[in-house]
């Protein structure tokens, strides 16, 4: 459920590392690896970026070109040009202990059969290794095994041996992006089967390391990234049983609420953290700021690129939060989002989405976000509707529990410990009467005990006479009290009371620190 923005920096949040980490485990622990995205991220371009960020952690590999290689070009990061894709890792090439990788001799020097330069010294002459042999009659050049048989100058009925042979030294770690393999030909009357190739280049080489019997490390791997229909149905499901091989992995919750956080922290406009002027005006702004990007987090859930929207152009308002909102969805995801509603909300335990799920989830409608299922927010407005949909008010007031309430407590906290100097009453009196739960010592130490006060039973307190607040300490506790109840009953702070519990708590902030 991510978009197309910021499609460099996905990689680099905790839960793409998270992830790539755990892959990258799987991978030097000598298992094939697949890793299954929503159709989203490839369209993106944000697939090939996890995609070199997992080949990048992999001292040996090889990135298996697609199909429509061009000629020669400049020089990949993963070897010496397109096409070749090799890259030695520590002990391999260079003239090391290890050997090197196979592969052919530059194409742009010419090799001069009986050339003498008269410098006749007793060496032998370098004979120029063989290129790849040209693909044969009938062979279709944008298979998958007939690419890697280029990429690993043997034949095409010789990449098993190749690859298995005990005396080689180079194991690598063989990338593929299956959303770049040509669906193949189908019998007439029957629908092409995409990914076929790179299901028997996962089988076969599977059967052939084990047959070679070769230990965890010294096997050549694959890394396969795929969206669902870029792959068998059953693959993914016949790979998990065959734990001694391979791993799969899906990007399901994979991102989270700090993965949310982050993205809309870049994208903030500056221009909403500059404080208003007047006393206590970053302190409030702070506050505001705070609320605003938590909202943006928990409205759009895993959707980074509805995140990164929001937080451009939505100003913090709430009357304006609706509508922002509904500018910023995709209707056909809606559709798609809506038709999933009966599936319930329960906890997700499992590692990917159930079947019933995997086509709304490749589109991007559903997502395990911090442990539950999570609809897209698109799905609020399939129909139409011309209310605000109740899902957003009761996200909206989660995002300022998390923010408001911490605030609350710390206010509370400082109030309670400056009330015993208006009390008209002994203080033990007032901790027998208002703390419902005193802690053991209250008695010789009222002082401290009363300090766990709430602020309902303070506000009583100072209703009865009890304490004489201050108007100003007063009227701070009533926005105390009205906050909390609001926000206990899953309710939301709207502009006008969040405004002004953020000026009771900003102006509070300035007389204590005077004190």
Not at 25 to 45: F, I, K, M, N, R
Not at 62 to 80: F, H, I, N, R, T
Not at 136 to 154: F, I, M, T, Y
Not at 339 to 348: K, Q
């Amino acid at each position: 459920m991510t978009g197309t923005d910021g499609a460099d920096a996905l990689p680099l949040l905790p839960g793409a590392r998270a992830q790539i980490r755990r892959i990258a485990a799987d991978l030097e622990g000598g298992l094939h690896c697949l890793w299954l995205l929503p159709d989203t991220l490839v369209a993106s371009g944000q697939g090939d970026e996890l995609y070199r960020a997992v080949l990048r952690t992999q001292p040996d590999r090889l990135d298996l070109p697609g199909p429509a290689v061009p000629g020669p070009g400049p020089a990949s990061e993963y070897g010496p040009g397109p096409g070749l894709g090799l890259e030695p890792g520590p002990g391999v090439g260079g003239g090391a202990a290890g050997g090197s990788p196979p592969g052919p001799p530059p194409a742009d020097l010419p090799v001069l059969e009986g050339y003498d330069d008269g410098f006749d010294i007793g060496w032998q002459p370098v004979v120029p290794r063989p290129r790849a042999p040209a693909p044969r009659r009938g062979e279709d050049p944008a298979d998958l095994v007939a690419r890697l048989a280029k990429e690993l100058s043997v034949a095409p009925g010789e990449v098993l041996a190749r690859l298995t042979d005990r005396s080689a030294h180079w194991r690598p770690v063989i990338g593929v992006r299956a959303w770049q393999e040509p669906a193949p030909r189908a019998a007439p009357g029957r629908a092409p089967e995409r990914g076929r190739d790179v299901a028997r280049l996962v089988r076969s080489l599977t059967a052939a390391v084990k047959e070679a019997g070769l230990p965890l490390d010294r096997r050549p791997r694959l890394l396969v990234l795929a969206r669902a229909s870029d792959l068998p149905a059953a693959l993914p499901d016949e790979s998990e049983l065959d734990l001694g091989a391979a791993a799969v992995h899906w990007w399901w919750g994979t991102v989270g609420r700090l993965d949310a956080a982050t993205v809309v922290a870049e994208a903030a406009d500056d221009r909403a953290a500059r404080p208003r002027p007047g006393p206590g005006g970053a302190l409030r702004e702070r506050i505001r700021r705070a609320v605003r990007e938590e909202i943006i987090a928990e409205v759009s859930g895993p959707d980074l690129a509805l995140a990164r929207r929001l937080a451009s152009h939505w100003d913090g308002s709430d009357r304006t939060l609706d509508r922002c909102l509904r500018d910023s969805l995709d209707p056909d995801l809606g559709r798609l989002a809506a038709a999933c509603r009966s599936v319930a909300g329960e906890a997700v335990a499992g590692h990917k989405p159930g079947s019933a799920l995997r086509d709304a989830w490749s589109r991007g409608a559903v997502q395990a976000w911090e442990g539950r299922l999570r609809h897209h927010p698109a799905g609020w407005y399939a129909d139409g509707p011309e209310h605000r949909p109740d899902e957003l008010t009761a996200l909206v007031g989660h995002a300022q529990q998390r923010v408001l309430l911490p605030w609350i407590e710390e206010v509370r906290r400082r109030l309670a410990r400056l009330a015993p100097a208006w009390a008209s009453r002994p203080v033990a009196q007032l901790v027998e009467a208002y703390v419902q739960r005193p802690p053991a010592d209250h008695r010789t130490r009222p002082e401290r005990a009363f300090e766990t006060v709430e602020v309902g039973p303070m506000l009583t307190a100072h209703l009865r006479g009890d304490l004489a607040l201050p108007p100003e300490e007063a009227q701070l506790l009533r926005e105390l009290v009205t906050a909390r109840n609001v926000l206990s009953h899953r309710g939301v702070l709207y502009d006008a009371r969040l405004h002004a519990l953020c000026d009771a708590i900003a102006a509070a902030d300035r007389r204590w620190l005077r004190l």
